[in-house]
């Protein structure tokens, strides 16, 4: 029988229980195995989608983009989210995890799951894109390791609730399950949903692929799959913006500005997030006007402003814990003297304005039934969700990497001078490698064609001198991008293999319980004009300012296509 023994971390005084802590460690070193092999895959993508080296062939382009996109958007960030899962459950709530015997049975079938699915890819085969569309089919093993991985994923998610009920019954903490708890517990309910419609699709398709069934219809292939697709992204929306609180108390010492309205704002994910899985389809002629209309603007709102509501607390917070610390000059002296040169605060602070302005603005746009139209299948698209899932989820997810490896791997960090360094390369050329590619799909660039300049197309199309322009400059940020993700699995691998063994802690065989918590100030006992968070309302305004502008300036654009009806 294994014997259960809690280790307290003497940096952060976090408890972590010994079965819960190696499933941490090994579904993080796995996402980040993951990251590393879609990172050599996007050499590859960035390399031929620019136009003047354009460099492999069709078939391994596809072939390329296929692993990357799977790579990426569900091995890296689903493996990373079940760590983060168990570190929000059994560490913060200071508890045994539930069946950890099923979490490993639940990361063998990930890890299964996601070498198939590879291998099928790589054997030339399964060229088929993360979308995976019938009837262009994959090889049968190429379904079966999502859908093995899934179900991993999904045992994962149970375990996490599990360990949430060990908690409350073994009274490890007093009250409400803490903030970025409830922001994971958001993301596992949002999973289950989400791998619950990967499934219903995937099985039917792998049963397709191995003959058993004779079709399957196209539409309702597409409208159940961007439930899992695209909700798959609003697990990560919702496990960073945990992260971003998770941080702000980390760095800061901040609390939320009002838990009740934060934790409302989780709550609105849970009931209207997936409904922007929506915009995917709405090209699409089966699918009525009035669900269109309903899903990507009333009922979608709601998700924005649950949105909007994280990025005015979060950095309101933190703005309140600096003024509290003296830094009351003006609106900003808050944020100048935070600690940039602490990859895990500013990390996390180029997250939250990348994924805001960038990532927040096109994806409402996006979501707008008329204004699709203008960049559906363009470019724009992946300019899009690069700013979601990269900027946001993947630059959130190694800002909380440099905080766990001395805390969770018991390591000291090797060159800390290039860890300064590699958030602010990765993320700002993330940012122009969005905007670029955003401006080239506002040309009409296509998603997924091989080569923008259609040689050899009997009907050639010959764009204007911009769109090849822009996409050199896509190539030359996507590279820059790549150079900084390689800085981060450099320093994250070499410290766990080269890094200084540092002191674990105490190690006891009972849990500590959460103590009581004492009532935080009145946050308006600073700022200015009324405002407990000047700083934050000016940005909040800037970002409104921006949101509008943009807004309408698409609505310009689309009146210059009315003319060809």
């Given at each position: 029988?294994?014997?259960?023994?809690?280790?307290?971390?003497?940096?952060?005084?976090?408890?972590?229980?010994?079965?819960?802590?190696?499933?941490?460690?090994?579904?993080?070193?796995?996402?980040?195995?993951?990251?590393?092999?879609?990172?050599?895959?996007?050499?590859?993508?960035?390399?031929?989608?620019?136009?003047?080296?354009?460099?492999?062939?069709?078939?391994?382009?596809?072939?390329?983009?296929?692993?990357?996109?799977?790579?990426?958007?569900?091995?890296?960030?689903?493996?990373?989210?079940?760590?983060?899962?168990?570190?929000?459950?059994?560490?913060?709530?200071?508890?045994?995890?539930?069946?950890?015997?099923?979490?490993?049975?639940?990361?063998?079938?990930?890890?299964?799951?996601?070498?198939?699915?590879?291998?099928?890819?790589?054997?030339?085969?399964?060229?088929?894109?993360?979308?995976?569309?019938?009837?262009?089919?994959?090889?049968?093993?190429?379904?079966?390791?999502?859908?093995?991985?899934?179900?991993?994923?999904?045992?994962?998610?149970?375990?996490?609730?599990?360990?949430?009920?060990?908690?409350?019954?073994?009274?490890?903490?007093?009250?409400?399950?803490?903030?970025?708890?409830?922001?994971?517990?958001?993301?596992?309910?949002?999973?289950?949903?989400?791998?619950?419609?990967?499934?219903?699709?995937?099985?039917?398709?792998?049963?397709?692929?191995?003959?058993?069934?004779?079709?399957?219809?196209?539409?309702?292939?597409?409208?159940?799959?961007?439930?899992?697709?695209?909700?798959?992204?609003?697990?990560?929306?919702?496990?960073?913006?945990?992260?971003?609180?998770?941080?702000?108390?980390?760095?800061?010492?901040?609390?939320?500005?009002?838990?009740?309205?934060?934790?409302?704002?989780?709550?609105?994910?849970?009931?209207?997030?997936?409904?922007?899985?929506?915009?995917?389809?709405?090209?699409?002629?089966?699918?009525?006007?009035?669900?269109?209309?309903?899903?990507?603007?009333?009922?979608?709102?709601?998700?924005?402003?649950?949105?909007?509501?994280?990025?005015?607390?979060?950095?309101?917070?933190?703005?309140?814990?600096?003024?509290?610390?003296?830094?009351?000059?003006?609106?900003?002296?808050?944020?100048?003297?935070?600690?940039?040169?602490?990859?895990?605060?500013?990390?996390?602070?180029?997250?939250?304005?990348?994924?805001?302005?960038?990532?927040?603005?096109?994806?409402?746009?996006?979501?707008?039934?008329?204004?699709?139209m203008i960049i559906h299948n363009t470019i724009y698209v992946p300019g899009h969700f690069h700013a979601t899932v990269v900027v946001g989820t993947t630059l959130s997810f190694m800002a909380l990497t440099y905080f766990l490896i001395p805390v969770l791997f018991r390591r000291e960090m090797i060159n800390p001078g290039l860890a300064k360094l590699q958030p602010y390369l990765f993320g700002f050329s993330m940012y122009f490698f969005c905007l670029v590619m955003m401006g080239a799909g506002t040309l009409g660039v296509s998603r997924r064609h091989w080569d923008m300049a259609f040689n050899g197309a009997p009907m050639a199309y010959e764009w204007p001198g911009a769109a090849y322009?822009?996409?050199?400059?896509?190539?030359?940020?996507?590279?820059?991008?790549?150079?900084?993700?390689?800085?981060?699995?450099?320093?994250?691998?070499?410290?766990?293999?080269?890094?200084?063994?540092?002191?674990?802690?105490?190690?006891?065989?009972?849990?500590?319980?959460?103590?009581?918590?004492?009532?935080?100030?009145?946050?308006?006992?600073?700022?200015?004009?009324?405002?407990?968070?000047?700083?934050?309302?000016?940005?909040?305004?800037?970002?409104?300012?921006?949101?509008?502008?943009?807004?309408?300036?698409?609505?310009?654009?689309?009146?210059?296509?009315?003319?060809?009806?």
């Amino acid at each position: 029988m294994t014997t259960t023994t809690y280790r307290t971390c003497p940096r952060s005084g976090l408890q972590f229980e010994s079965q819960a802590e190696k499933l941490m460690i090994v579904n993080a070193v796995t996402a980040v195995v993951a990251l590393l092999v879609g990172g050599i895959l996007a050499i590859g993508v960035v390399l031929t989608r620019w136009p003047t080296i354009h460099w492999l062939a069709a078939d391994t382009f596809y072939m390329v983009l296929t692993a990357h996109g799977i790579d990426m958007l569900i091995f890296w960030i689903i493996f990373f989210e079940m760590a983060v899962l168990y570190f929000c459950s059994s560490t913060l709530l200071r508890c045994r995890i539930a069946t950890p015997k099923v979490a490993w049975v639940a990361f063998v079938l990930m890890l299964v799951g996601a070498i198939m699915n590879n291998v099928a890819v790589f054997q030339g085969s399964s060229s088929v894109m993360m979308t995976s569309y019938v009837p262009m089919m994959a090889d049968p093993t190429f379904y079966l390791g999502l859908i093995l991985f899934a179900v991993g994923a999904l045992i994962g998610c149970f375990v996490f609730f599990g360990t949430l009920v060990i908690a409350k019954r073994e009274k490890t903490y007093q009250g409400s399950v803490p903030l970025v708890t409830f922001g994971a517990i958001t993301a596992a309910i949002i999973a289950v949903f989400t791998i619950a419609s990967g499934a219903i699709i995937l099985i039917p398709t792998f049963l397709l692929s191995v003959g058993v069934i004779s079709s399957v219809d196209p539409l309702i292939y597409r409208t159940i799959w961007w439930a899992f697709g695209h909700s798959s992204q609003q697990i990560n929306v919702a496990a960073h913006i945990s992260i971003w609180y998770a941080v702000a108390a980390i760095a800061f010492g901040a609390k939320p500005m009002s838990e009740r309205v934060s934790r409302g704002a989780f709550l609105l994910y849970i009931l209207f997030l997936q409904l922007a899985s929506a915009h995917h389809l709405l090209a699409d002629p089966g699918v009525s006007t009035a669900w269109k209309v309903v899903n990507t603007s009333y009922f979608m709102y709601f998700a924005v402003l649950a949105s909007m509501i994280h990025g005015l607390t979060i950095p309101g917070a933190i703005e309140v814990a600096q003024r509290a610390k003296g830094y009351n000059n003006g609106l900003f002296e808050w944020l100048r003297k935070a600690p940039w040169g602490n990859p895990v605060w500013s990390g996390v602070f180029i997250s939250i304005i990348g994924f805001g302005f960038l990532g927040g603005i096109s994806g409402v746009m996006m979501g707008t039934e008329q204004l699709n139209m203008i960049i559906h299948n363009t470019i724009y698209v992946p300019g899009h969700f690069h700013a979601t899932v990269v900027v946001g989820t993947t630059l959130s997810f190694m800002a909380l990497t440099y905080f766990l490896i001395p805390v969770l791997f018991r390591r000291e960090m090797i060159n800390p001078g290039l860890a300064k360094l590699q958030p602010y390369l990765f993320g700002f050329s993330m940012y122009f490698f969005c905007l670029v590619m955003m401006g080239a799909g506002t040309l009409g660039v296509s998603r997924r064609h091989w080569d923008m300049a259609f040689n050899g197309a009997p009907m050639a199309y010959e764009w204007p001198g911009a769109a090849y322009l822009l996409m050199g400059l896509v190539g030359i940020a996507g590279i820059a991008a790549i150079v900084g993700g390689a800085i981060y699995i450099y320093i994250t691998v070499g410290s766990l293999l080269w890094g200084k063994k540092l002191n674990g802690g105490s190690v006891s065989a009972n849990f500590t319980p959460i103590p009581p918590t004492a009532p935080t100030a009145a946050a308006q006992s600073y700022g200015s004009a009324g405002f407990a968070a000047p700083g934050t309302f000016v940005l909040a305004m800037v970002f409104l300012v921006s949101f509008v502008l943009y807004y309408f300036i698409n609505w310009k654009y689309l009146s210059q296509v009315w003319g060809l009806s």
